[in-house]
Every structure is written in C-alpha cells, then in structure tokens.
C-alpha cells in the first residue's frame, strides 16, 4: 500500500487519480474524495480537502497544518498504514511533514532529495542533494555518497555504482573547502569513488551518482529541465518551419519521440528522499498521470527492494553515522 497525497499536482486531483488508476497499485490515497473517482482494487480514500500553501514556510504550515493532507499522509506512513509515501506537493511541506512523521535514520545527518538525471548512453545518473540543502559539511556529504549507491544498486540494479563530487574542476583540489575535505574522505571510503565531475558532465553517463549540496544541485537540475523543454521546443519549431524540413521530420519522428521520451522528467516518476525510515517520492508539481503513475511504481519498488533496509545497513556498515550504529531499520523504530 502507498500513502498518495492527492493534491498538489497542477491537474489537480483528478490527474493524480487518473495516475494511480494507470500504475494499478492499491494506494492510501489523501485528497478531495469526490474528485478522486474510483482507484485501484484494494485502495482506499480518506477525505482530506485542505492542502497546504506552496508559498507558506514549510515547517510552520506542517506543524499548524494537522488537517492537511501531505501531513495526514505521512502520518499514516509513519504508523505503518502505507509502505511509502508519493506527493506532489511543495518540496520544503513533503521534505517537513516527512521529516516530523517518518523521521530521519537513526546517525543520518540530514535526508536528500535525489533526482534521476536523463543522462544518455543507456544510463541515468542520481544527483544528490536535489534541493533539500542548501549548505552541508563534509561528513553529510560523505552520507550522500553511500546513500545514492545503496539507492542505485538496490532500486536499479547498478553493481558497485559509480561516485563523484560536482565541483568546479577535476582536480582533487577544485572546489569550496568543504568538498576538498569531502573529496578526500570519499577516498577513504568503500566505494567506487571516481573523483570531481564538472556541469558539463552530468548529462552525459560518466558515473552513477553525483554528489553535491542542495543549493547546487537544485540549480543544476532546473537548469537541465529548462534546457531541455528549449530544446524540444527549438527542434519542433524548425521542423515546422518549412515543407521541406517538415518532410525531414517526419522521416526521424520516432527517434525525436525517443528522445522527448527520455528527456521527459515524467518517465522518471520524480525525486525520491533519501536518509528516512520509509521512502518518500517527490512528484513533480507539472506531472502528468503517467509521471504519477511513475512515482507510484518508483515507490513500490523502492519497499520491495528494501531500500531503506539497505540504505541503513551499507551507512552502519561504512562507520559514517552520526551516532551509535544503527545495523538495521528495526533498531530504528
């Protein structure tokens, strides 16, 4: 079962009805009942019309916002009622309520929104922090690394992922200070640590998982999704723009489909929290049903692979948590 928050998402409810019909899978679904319409066999609604205010401070709007059904939904993750939960709404209201209800990993300094990149090659890159952090330390850096290859490895499959740290150059020196020293402490770390990746390289599938703090990989990330939509809006407005280009396109129609396909940050289904005692997903707010739909699979198949199970034990394994180690989730809860 996955806790679904059903408001949020610029079609409103019933787009994220329509998304949870498309995926198939029984949800706990938070939202106005009468717009949610009939849902997969085995899930159920609870009536939630208030939903919180995207310019609203997060953390005030979760704690004041009971009712809510982003707060309600995560509640009902927390007391075991849903494996995960799939939201739409504000980052900062998902990242709070999750924070408050779900809680944090026992030693994980903060979570991270991490974000699949369309990278091309047959590969996608994670990029971590996606906009949870806007300042972090070394050692929270060094977190992020271990939890973006324990969520590559379990969720998609990728033995011994790849790790680097976007900076300003490849130089192990390159960078603010806090990732010299993250740098240098990845080296002493288990992991396929490659070194520094530059902005220029995170399209283009050279490692696995990119480390970084928030403010940074936000940028990045909407960067990479506006040039994207100028892209695909350039390429359709030259193909257009005469017969004989219009013949052209027809003749790579399927390769432009292709290739729309990949960019489009609906295959993915969205972001996902890392460092929490259950997973969380981040829809984006511009989702369509199928990016819902995505969101929904991307959760399921983060409990069924145990995600956060693995997420604790490769943390506990590598010496980086906070505080006293936390072999599993069970110690947790």
């Known amino acids: ?43 159920a609604v609870v009536d939630s019309p208030v939903a919180i205010d995207a310019h609203a401070e997060p953390a005030l709007a979760v704690r004041s916002g009971g009712e809510s059904s982003i707060v309600r939904a995560a509640a009902a993750v927390a007391r075991g009622e849903a ?33 699949l990149l369309p990278a091309f090659g047959g590969r996608r890159t994670l990029l971590l922090d996606a906009g949870a952090n806007a300042e972090v330390r070394p050692e929270q850096l060094v977190q992020f690394a271990h939890m973006g290859a324990a969520f590559m490895s379990a969720v998609h499959g990728v033995k011994a992922p790849t790790v680097a740290l976007l900076s300003v150059g490849e130089e192990a020196t390159k960078g603010t ?43 990045a990330l909407k960067t ?7 892209v695909a809006g350039s390429v359709g407005s030259a193909i257009r723009s005469s017969a004989v280009s219009s013949v052209g396109g027809l003749l790579v129609r399927g390769k432009l489909a292709a290739l729309r396909a990949h ?29 819902i739909a995505a969101a929904i699979a991307l959760a399921a198949c983060a409990v069924e692979e145990q995600m956060v199970e693995r997420t604790a034990d490769a943390l506990a394994a590598a010496g980086v948590l906070r505080s006293a180690p936390a072999g599993s989730v069970a110690n947790d809860v």
């Not at 949800?27 to 849902?39: C, K, N, R, S």
């Not at 990479?224 to 100028?230: C, W, Y």
């Open 1 to 43: 079962m996955i806790a679904l928050d059903a408001h949020g998402a610029d079609g409103g409810a019933g787009a994220v009805a329509a998304g949870a019909r498309s995926a198939g899978l029984a949800v706990l679904a938070f939202g106005p009942a009468a717009e949610l319409g009939d849902l997969p066999i085995g899930s």
């Open 83 to 115: 494996g995960a939960l799939v939201s739409s709404g504000p980052t900062g209201a998902v990242l709070a309520a999750s924070v408050l209800s779900i809680r944090r990993l026992r030693g994980v300094h903060r979570p991270a929104v991490a974000a």
């Open 177 to 219: 200070p806090d990732v010299v020293e993250a740098h240098r402490r990845l080296l002493e770390q288990d992991l396929r640590f490659v070194g520094n990746v530059e902005g220029r390289d995170l399209l283009v599938g050279a490692v696995d998982v990119v480390v970084t703090d928030g403010f940074t990989g936000n940028v």
């Open 224 to 230: 990479i999704e506006g040039t994207a939509r100028a």
């Open 263 to 291: 960019l489009d940050p609906n295959s993915v289904g969205g972001a996902i929290l890392l460092g929490l005692r259950r997973p969380v997903v981040i829809a984006h707010g511009s989702s369509s049903s199928e990016g």
